[in-house]
């Protein structure tokens, strides 16, 4: 592989930022927010998916967070899809569009890059924070439960290649071609012999309209996130295979991301969104508020849904629909962690995320995915913000660390080239 799947590429990036950040912190001593006298706007507009994960941005306009610190005239709007989402990021509100949002953590480089925007124009996002861990699902239609299918996807491996044969086509669907739900279908396909590229018809469907399109028939599995699995099977259309925390525990999700251009013009607004909700996002996090928030998403003007097809996953409660029901997994939807340890937006989990992207051809071998890294990933600003809310921040850097997954692979972020290297089924070979 190339240099930018190296070790040295890796720690060069992130040693750059952390000096860039050391130097800024000299010039001003109080942080990027010194001397300033509150934000230059009072308001932002941010979409959102009609997903659980979205909550931190609902509880902090319900709840006032916005407002307490000076951002009394935000927006969070729903967005239909994450095409619809790209799109209106791509306009900006200046347009009609929208500022940032909660979107899925690797579009914040295919934003970027250009990848998936029309025209292949770059749109520079930042990922600012990361709005959850865990609780995605892979659900399956009911026909398929006899199968035994589960977190191993090997079941499928013969009863797909026995349609084939037949002149059938078996179909999974996912939320967004490089996304979060396309990769854990992927990696969950991949690792029971299952070549996503060559033995199912992978679609891309809206997270709503999952429930609607499985009960039709449109597709054999899907993988998206909550409250939509958890309806799947209390509609008993279908059951949840694996949750995505069973295939890589304390996962990231979705982040929140915006417009560089946006950010760069209102640090000060900046701030204060992200300090609104990270205090959501704690709110979030206790269990105390787990039936009251299911309420709050559940209603009407936001994802229309019963709470009873929420609140289970955000304890932990998984009725997976095949005659398995688990409590207290620890599966549940993480928002917060110790210290702000899943609101924080690790650099070195956006480069698992790039080398998924590069596995399945989206993001060409040579990509330089440290220097990407480091021009996307505002960590420094989330510090910032936690400092100002008075929490710890003293165990955050570049890494998270070395990441085990379900099927014993292992993602040394200053090594991401062994980690590819060790995969079977990928688009380079």
């Known amino acids: 592989m190339t240099r930018s799947l190296t070790r040295r590429s890796f720690l060069h990036a992130t040693t750059g930022a952390a000096a860039?950040?050391?130097?800024?912190?000299?010039?001003?001593?109080?942080?990027?927010?010194?001397?300033?006298?509150g934000p230059e706007v009072r308001g932002a507009t941010l979409g959102y998916i009609a997903l659980t994960?979205?909550?931190?941005?609902?509880?902090?306009?319900?709840?006032?967070?916005?407002?307490?610190?000076?951002?009394?005239?935000?927006?969070?709007?729903?967005?239909?899809?994450w095409g619809a989402t790209r799109d209106n990021m791509a306009?900006?509100?200046a347009r009609g569009g929208i500022d940032g949002g909660h979107i899925l953590r690797p579009k914040v480089f295919l934003y970027t890059l250009g990848t998936v925007m029309q025209n292949n124009q770059p749109t520079p996002i930042y990922n600012l924070l990361g709005l959850n861990e865990d609780c995605q699902g892979i659900s399956v239609?009911?026909?398929?439960?006899?199968?035994?299918?589960g977190l191993d996807s090997s079941p499928l491996r013969e009863v797909f290649a026995a349609r084939r044969a037949r002149g059938?086509?078996?179909?999974?669907?996912?939320?967004?071609?490089?996304?979060?739900?396309?990769?854990?279908?992927?990696?969950?396909l991949a690792a029971g012999g299952i070549d996503?590229?060559?033995?199912?018809?992978?679609?891309?469907?809206?997270?709503?309209?999952?429930?609607?399109?499985m009960k039709v028939g449109n597709m054999d599995c899907f993988c998206v996130g909550e409250p939509w699995n958890e309806q799947l099977v209390n509609q008993g259309i279908g059951f949840t295979a694996c949750t995505t925390g069973e295939l890589w525990r304390n996962h990231p999700e979705k982040v929140l991301g915006m417009r560089a251009d946006w950010v760069d013009a209102h640090p000060n607004a900046t701030r204060a969104i992200l300090m609104a909700v990270m205090e959501a996002q704690m709110w979030c996090a206790d269990m105390a508020n787990k039936e009251e928030l299911a309420a709050i998403v559940g209603r009407r003007q936001w994802f229309n849904v019963p709470p009873a097809d929420i609140i289970g996953r955000l304890r932990g409660d998984v009725n997976y629909g095949n005659g398995r029901v688990e409590t207290a997994t620890?599966?549940?939807?993480?928002?917060?962690?110790?210290?702000?340890?899943?609101?924080?937006?690790?650099?070195?989990?956006?480069?698992?995320?790039?080398?998924?992207n590069i596995r399945w051809g989206y993001l060409?071998?040579?990509?330089?995915?440290?220097?990407?890294?480091?021009?996307?990933?505002?960590?420094?600003?989330?510090?910032?913000?936690?400092?100002?809310?008075?929490?710890?921040?003293?165990?955050?850097?570049?890494?998270?660390?070395?990441?085990?997954?379900?099927d014993g692979k292992v993602f040394d972020p200053a090594d991401p080239a062994a980690y590819l290297n060790s995969l079977a089924i990928t688009a380079l070979s």
Request: charged share 20%; hydrophobic share 45%.
């Open 20 to 37: 860039t950040l050391a130097a800024a912190r000299t010039l001003l001593p109080g942080g990027a927010w010194a001397q300033t006298s």
């Open 53 to 81: 994960d979205a909550a931190p941005l609902i509880i902090a306009q319900e709840k006032g967070f916005f407002a307490r610190h000076g951002m009394t005239e935000m927006r969070i709007d729903k967005q239909a899809s």
């Open 91 to 93: 306009l900006g509100s």
């Open 141 to 149: 239609a009911q026909s398929y439960a006899e199968t035994g299918v």
């Open 168 to 188: 059938e086509e078996p179909t999974a669907a996912m939320t967004f071609p490089g996304g979060t739900h396309d990769l854990w279908i992927r990696y969950w």
């Open 196 to 213: 996503p590229r060559r033995d199912v018809n992978l679609i891309v469907v809206p997270p709503p309209q999952m429930v609607a399109n």
């Open 330 to 356: 620890g599966l549940e939807m993480k928002f917060w962690g110790e210290n702000g340890r899943t609101s924080y937006p690790w650099p070195s989990l956006d480069l698992w995320f790039l080398t998924e």
């Open 364 to 406: 060409p071998a040579d990509l330089d995915m440290a220097s990407v890294v480091a021009n996307t990933n505002r960590a420094d600003l989330w510090i910032e913000a936690a400092q100002a809310l008075g929490v710890d921040t003293s165990g955050f850097g570049p890494s998270r660390g070395v990441e085990t997954f379900f």
